[in-house]
């Protein structure tokens, strides 16, 4: 079985353990098990993104997608958590209303259901964890296959840092799996406090602090998308810029852009100005060991324009009116 086939496999279980503890906290009147679910569903759309990354990742670039599906992960990311942010305020209404109105709460449902999603779960992780060692592994060796030319590197470079990435996806996926275990067993504990004890506010109380900390674990990623897919810097602007200038032959830079369309993808556009004394053939060799310093500085992707100092502009942004 492939890694994507296995990643789907996962997602597929996951999902019907989803709409069980949905059915059953429902039928159990259990808010705890319903926000179990939610938690679930969440991450089952994390695995959903990892799949994407996967898949489409491999995918090259055509006239109509120019950049490929680069955004896919964020866009993707954005959804999820906008849907979970909301999702987490009804759970948290619904739980303080229970608080109030105390409901009696079939404990056996909970602690089933939960142990079922508590198995699948730790599957889940298991299945990840390993995927993600072998990405790893796969691509250590395969880093050191190819021994070629200046063009050879940059592939090797380029598909080793394909795999770093795909591994990445995926020990965040497993992560996100290890959480839902975790919550389904403090469902289990809430269960068996009902159980033998009798107390019901456990359910709504769980619930809260489900709720809570998977709205501050989903808060994040939510502005992360959302500055993402404005294109709005988050980096060390500065940095890049004195990067650039600490080459003796820049005079100066204007127009310069930086972004992430991706977790793992850091874009620059930039004007350059050189001296006007400079031939073409020594520009491109600056341009190159300009080019290798911003890889080492985490640009995966840059496009620089070189120009002479008659074509220097005050603003150092770009300026829709030129």
């Not at 906290?25 to 179990?36: F, M, T």
């Not at 508590?118 to 995927?131: E, K, Q, T, V």
């Amino acid at each position: 079985m492939s890694k994507t086939q296995k990643v789907l496999l996962i997602i597929i279980l996951n999902l019907a353990i989803v709409t069980m503890e949905i059915v059953y906290g429902v039928a159990a009147n259990s808010i705890s098990l319903i926000a179990d679910a939610a938690h679930n569903l969440g991450d089952v759309l994390a695995v959903i993104v990892t799949f994407i990354a996967i898949v489409f990742g491999a995918r090259s670039a055509t006239h109509s997608m120019t950049f490929g599906y680069v955004r896919a992960e964020m866009m993707a990311g954005f959804i999820n958590s906008l849907f979970l942010v909301i999702s987490m305020f009804y759970l948290v209404y619904e739980s303080f209303v229970k608080l109030i109105h105390p409901e009696v709460v079939q404990s056996e449902y909970m602690m089933i259901v939960a142990s079922v999603a508590l198995i699948a779960n730790g599957i889940s992780a298991f299945i990840l964890h390993r995927i993600s060692a072998e990405y790893a592994h796969s691509h250590h060796h395969h880093g050191h296959d190819h021994d070629g030319d200046c063009d050879e590197h940059d592939h090797d470079e380029h598909s080793h840092s394909h795999g770093h990435h795909h591994d990445l996806n995926l020990r965040s996926a497993y992560l996100h799996m290890l959480s839902d275990a975790l919550i389904s067993l403090g469902v289990i504990i809430g269960g068996a406090a009902i159980y033998l004890f009798g107390f019901y506010a456990i359910d709504p109380l769980l619930s809260i602090l489900f709720s809570l900390y998977i709205f501050k674990e989903t808060l994040g990623i939510l502005k992360h998308t959302f500055l993402s897919l404005l294109d709005i810097n988050t980096d060390d602007l500065e940095k890049i810029e004195a990067l650039m200038l600490s080459f003796k032959s820049v005079h100066s830079i204007h127009d310069i852009h930086l972004y992430r369309p991706s977790s793992k993808s850091m874009y620059l556009s930039s004007h350059l100005v050189f001296d006007e004394e400079m031939t073409l053939a020594q520009t491109e060799e600056v341009l190159v060991e300009i080019r290798k310093a911003l890889k080492q500085a985490g640009v995966t992707h840059s496009v620089l324009q070189p120009e002479t100092v008659r074509m220097i502009q005050e603003n150092i942004f770009c300026s829709e009116h030129e």
